[in-house]
């Protein structure tokens, strides 16, 4: 059974930093591109960023370039998201997720596993 399991979030003032870690397991994962979601309360899932599992190809949303940093340790089937200088408008839940192949890695609705997500608030 593939599980993708989210840790790392929490409650922290802006410009603050966190560390999100997605574990994977079930199954094998080198041909999969792994992202991160966020969801903010009323909006839709929002593309964060993707890492192809050789990590040769890295993706972010242009609007987080420069600020959160996508890295991965397949040693321990681990991804990573460094967010650096959070902001109030960041607050959202936090999904780790997981597709076949490196085509249209922004969209949600083409990944076939997720995790069950973990909350980011940033207070001003």
């Known amino acids: 059974q593939v599980q993708l399991v989210e840790s790392g979030g929490g409650l922290v003032q802006a410009g603050d930093s966190l560390r999100l870690s997605c574990a994977a397991s079930g199954r094998t994962f080198t041909s999969y591109t792994m992202a991160w979601f966020r969801q903010a309360p009323g909006k839709e899932r929002e593309f964060v960023a993707a890492?192809?599992?050789?990590?040769?190809?890295?993706s972010y949303a242009n609007s987080l370039k420069g600020r959160f940093t996508i890295s991965r340790d397949n040693a321990k089937n681990t991804r990573y998201l460094q967010m650096n200088s959070l902001k109030p408008e960041d607050t959202a839940v936090y999904y780790c997720?997981?597709?076949?192949?490196?085509?249209?890695?922004?969209?949600?609705?083409?990944?076939?596993?997720w995790g069950q997500g973990t909350q980011v608030t940033v207070s001003s």
């Open positions: 997720a997981a597709k076949l192949g490196v085509a249209s890695i922004t969209v949600p609705d083409l990944y076939d596993y």
């Open positions: 890492i192809t599992w050789s990590g040769e190809i890295t």
